[in-house]
């Protein structure tokens, strides 16, 4: 399925939900409700399919209670969820209502959802929640009233019991996002299968399988909508696992093994990195030699001062992950547990006995000696998988936005990752983080030639869309040209990109001889187009006048300044090399103007 929206031909859709009796106040609070629970829905429709980013989901509604559209947001830096709604329903727009699970805001410094549903026509938006984000929260709001148009905020405007059952069914969707924002960290999910004598393997350590066929399918899913997957070097150790979401498409997340002595195999499933990266994260020093192996085969080693579950989630925050899946055993459980990263629990509990006093069990020792101490869970599910039960619920409990939700005449926001005392300084890395729309994969289309030495100009869908095709342009080779069709074609930039990077490592030698040569000048052609083309984004640039840019890319060592400030940096060189390009431009018209 492309696209979750409905096209509407003759006549809008009607909404499942219907209006209860009692009076107006209850009706429209029913209503709105049930449309911002769809619009949460549809928020997660591309879960599995691409990684972890802010979800949206946007509902076109008629005075009459009929959908006349629907849209949510594919992937990092692909049409807003509220271009894709208006779109589909027309004319339908007009006098409508815009339902939205979370204000506008996947690119900082892009309006095009905003301008989606002011220029349709829109004449009331009912928001869910305000953004996490501080740098964007409350802009799209107050910018949408500027318009004239009812903004209404669940939780603000008007409560009540369903209106907010609505509210929490926005919170739950966007979990990952509103964590990453208040407690800089990942939002960890911890998931075990055990029997129901609560034991993870036989005394053995032999585990295959605990849970039924079913609920190896929904853990399947779960890794689908995860950043990365991780496990400690026992489960390597022991198990062998692939830690793949074995769905043949969508999204795949990074494998990550934590060990302090780096005691690994030196042959393992997680070592083939052909289709997906593997991290392992170890204590500095740790077994030189073996890391010059993992080297080899292209995984990653990453090497802590203090190997602990909070520092790594803290660098992992830094990389831009949203979602992390632990699958690990007792001891590596007990020990995020108690660093308080784990945010919420998934047990699936097997109508099995296995017995044994040395059988491992989810979670090991937490220093707790009376019952008092236990850790409960809140918010519990419960559902049954085929012959098992799962069981879910959150340690901590979803961080509130209300309190610090900004005054309407707010005109200043900070950005709380910035550092004040090196305000000379920008960082810039995911679309959604504050300056977003300065990195490669922002929702920003251009114009450029198929290719240096043609005049055919096409529109691509990014940056990195252009960047990723030019690796394989003019190479007298079919398997080429359909790379870079599958690439200019790709829905979002994440997955030009990976077509891009996979084909250049697996197969080199579609890539074009000179490409070393040339790719930074094929960035910047491509960064002088997107700045061009987009005048608020020119603006954007040259307000940055007097700071140094930097790519905030801890893993990427050539277009970003790496972890400690040991990358190249080239991405923010070329934002500043282009700066002062337009600078010289301002430059030479003043001087004419003033001559003249």
Same mark, same amino acid.
Request: include cysteine; aromatic fraction near 8%; proline fraction near 5%.
């Given at each position: 399925?492309?696209?979750?929206?409905?096209? +509407?031909?003759?006549?809008?859709?009607?909404?499942?939900?219907?209006?209860?009796?009692?009076?107006?106040?209850?009706?429209?609070?029913?209503?709105?409700?049930?449309?911002?629970?769809?619009?949460?829905?549809?928020?997660?429709?591309?879960?599995?399919?691409?990684?972890?980013? !802010?979800?949206?989901?946007?509902?076109?509604?008629?005075?009459? /209670?009929?959908?006349?559209?629907?849209?949510?947001?594919?992937?990092? /830096?692909?049409?807003?969820?509220?271009?894709?709604?208006?779109?589909?329903?027309?004319?339908?727009?007009?006098?409508?209502?815009?339902?939205?699970?979370?204000?506008?805001?996947? +690119?900082?410094?892009?309006?095009?959802?905003?301008?989606?549903?002011? &220029?349709? /026509?829109?004449?009331?938006?009912?928001?869910?929640?305000?953004?996490?984000?501080?740098?964007?929260?409350?802009?799209?709001?107050?910018?949408?009233?500027?318009?004239?148009?009812?903004?209404?905020?669940?939780?603000?405007?008007?409560?009540?019991?369903?209106?907010?059952?609505?509210?929490?069914?926005?919170?739950?969707?966007?979990?990952?996002?509103?964590?990453?924002?208040?407690?800089?960290? !990942?939002?960890?999910?911890?998931?075990?299968? *055990?029997?129901?004598?609560?034991?993870?393997?036989?005394?053995?350590?032999?585990?295959?399988?605990?849970?039924?066929?079913?609920?190896?399918?929904?853990?399947?899913?779960?890794?689908?909508?995860?950043?990365?997957?991780?496990?400690?070097?026992?489960?390597?150790? &022991?198990?062998?696992?692939?830690?793949?979401?074995?769905?043949?498409?969508?999204?795949?997340?990074?494998?990550?093994?934590?060990?302090?002595?780096?005691?690994?195999?030196? %042959?393992?499933?997680?070592?083939?990195?052909?289709?997906?990266?593997?991290?392992?994260?170890?204590?500095?020093?740790?077994? %030189?030699?073996?890391?010059?192996?993992?080297?080899?085969?292209?995984?990653?080693?990453?090497?802590?001062?203090?190997?602990?579950?909070?520092?790594?989630?803290?660098?992992?925050?830094?990389?831009?992950?949203?979602?992390?899946?632990?699958?690990?055993?007792?001891?590596?459980?007990?020990?995020?547990?108690?660093?308080?990263?784990?945010?919420?629990?998934?047990?699936?509990?097997?109508? %099995?006995?296995?017995?044994?006093?040395?059988?491992?069990?989810?979670? /090991?020792?937490?220093?707790?000696?009376?019952?008092?101490?236990?850790?409960?869970?809140?918010?519990?599910?419960?559902?049954?998988?085929?012959?098992? *039960?799962?069981?879910?619920?959150?340690? &901590?409990?979803?961080?509130?936005?209300?309190?610090?939700?900004?005054?309407?005449?707010?005109?200043?926001?900070?950005?709380?990752?910035?550092?004040?005392?090196?305000?000379?300084?920008?960082?810039?890395?995911?679309?959604?983080?504050?300056?977003?729309?300065?990195?490669?994969?922002? !929702?920003?289309?251009?114009? *450029? !030639?198929?290719?240096?030495?043609?005049?055919?100009?096409?529109?691509?869908?990014?940056?990195?869309?252009?960047?990723?095709?030019?690796?394989?342009?003019?190479?007298?080779?079919?398997?080429?040209?359909? +790379?870079?069709?599958?690439?200019?074609?790709?829905?979002?930039?994440?997955?030009?990109?990976?077509?891009?990077?996979?084909?250049?490592?697996?197969?080199?030698?579609?890539?074009?001889?000179?490409?070393?040569?040339?790719?930074?000048?094929? *960035?910047?052609?491509?960064?002088?187009?997107?700045?061009?083309?987009?005048?608020?984004? %020119?603006?954007?640039?040259?307000?940055?006048?007097?700071?140094?840019?930097?790519?905030?890319?801890?893993?990427?060592?050539?277009?970003?300044?790496?972890?400690?400030?040991?990358?190249?940096?080239?991405?923010?060189?070329?934002?500043?090399?282009?700066?002062?390009?337009?600078?010289?431009?301002?430059?030479?018209?003043?001087?004419?103007?003033?001559?003249?």
């Amino acid at each position: 399925m492309a696209l979750s929206f409905r096209i +509407c031909s003759s006549s809008p859709l009607i909404c499942r939900a219907t209006l209860s009796n009692g009076d107006n106040s209850r009706n429209y609070h029913t209503t709105d409700a049930a449309f911002i629970r769809r619009a949460a829905d549809l928020s997660e429709m591309s879960a599995g399919l691409t990684s972890p980013h !802010p979800n949206f989901g946007c509902v076109i509604a008629t005075s009459s /209670g009929k959908v006349a559209g629907e849209g949510y947001l594919y992937a990092q /830096g692909t049409k807003p969820a509220e271009a894709l709604a208006v779109e589909a329903a027309g004319e339908f727009s007009r006098g409508a209502t815009a339902y939205l699970n979370m204000e506008p805001g996947d +690119c900082h410094g892009d309006h095009t959802a905003v301008s989606a549903l002011v &220029q349709a /026509g829109i004449e009331r938006v009912v928001v869910g929640i305000r953004h996490p984000l501080q740098h964007l929260r409350g802009s799209a709001i107050r910018e949408l009233r500027s318009h004239g148009i009812e903004v209404n905020v669940l939780g603000e405007d008007f409560e009540s019991k369903v209106l907010e059952d609505a509210r929490k069914s926005c919170l739950l969707v966007n979990a990952p996002l509103i964590h990453r924002a208040c407690s800089r960290v !990942p939002f960890s999910v911890l998931k075990y299968a *055990m029997t129901l004598d609560g034991k993870i393997a036989a005394s053995s350590g032999h585990a295959a399988w605990i849970s039924s066929k079913l609920s190896r399918t929904r853990v399947f899913e779960l890794r689908g909508g995860s950043d990365a997957v991780i496990v400690g070097g026992n489960t390597v150790r &022991q198990d062998d696992p692939r830690l793949t979401a074995r769905h043949g498409q969508g999204h795949t997340p990074t494998r990550i093994v934590m060990t302090q002595s780096l005691d690994l195999p030196e %042959k393992a499933n997680l070592w083939d990195v052909s289709e997906v990266s593997t991290i392992v994260v170890t204590q500095r020093g740790a077994r %030189k030699s073996f890391q010059k192996l993992l080297a080899s085969k292209g995984v990653e080693v990453v090497e802590f001062d203090m190997l602990n579950p909070r520092e790594v989630m803290e660098y992992f925050h830094l990389r831009g992950y949203l979602s992390i899946l632990w699958e690990c055993g007792g001891t590596l459980a007990a020990s995020a547990i108690s660093s308080s990263v784990i945010h919420k629990v998934v047990a699936f509990v097997a109508p %099995k006995i296995i017995g044994g006093s040395k059988a491992p069990s989810p979670v /090991g020792d937490l220093g707790m000696v009376e019952m008092t101490q236990a850790l409960n869970l809140i918010d519990v599910c419960y559902e049954q998988v085929g012959p098992d *039960m799962l069981v879910s619920g959150f340690l &901590q409990p979803i961080p509130d936005l209300l309190p610090v939700i900004p005054s309407e005449d707010a005109t200043v926001e900070i950005d709380p990752s910035v550092d004040p005392f090196e305000p000379s300084i920008i960082f810039f890395y995911k679309t959604w983080d504050l300056y977003g729309s300065f990195s490669n994969f922002s !929702p920003h289309p251009i114009r *450029m !030639p198929y290719g240096e030495e043609n005049d055919d100009y096409m529109t691509w869908s990014s940056v990195e869309h252009y960047y990723q095709a030019n690796k394989f342009v003019g190479v007298e080779n079919p398997k080429a040209y359909d +790379c870079v069709e599958k690439i200019r074609t790709a829905r979002s930039p994440e997955e030009a990109a990976l077509i891009g990077r996979s084909t250049l490592r697996q197969k080199p030698e579609l890539v074009r001889n000179d490409w070393e040569d040339v790719k930074i000048e094929v *960035m910047y052609k491509a960064l002088k187009c997107k700045f061009s083309t987009y005048p608020h984004l %020119k603006s954007m640039l040259l307000s940055t006048i007097g700071t140094v840019l930097v790519e905030a890319s801890p893993h990427d060592l050539f277009w970003g300044g790496g972890r400690e400030g040991e990358g190249l940096n080239y991405l923010g060189r070329l934002l500043m090399q282009l700066r002062s390009e337009y600078l010289g431009e301002s430059s030479v018209s003043a001087e004419k103007t003033s001559s003249a």
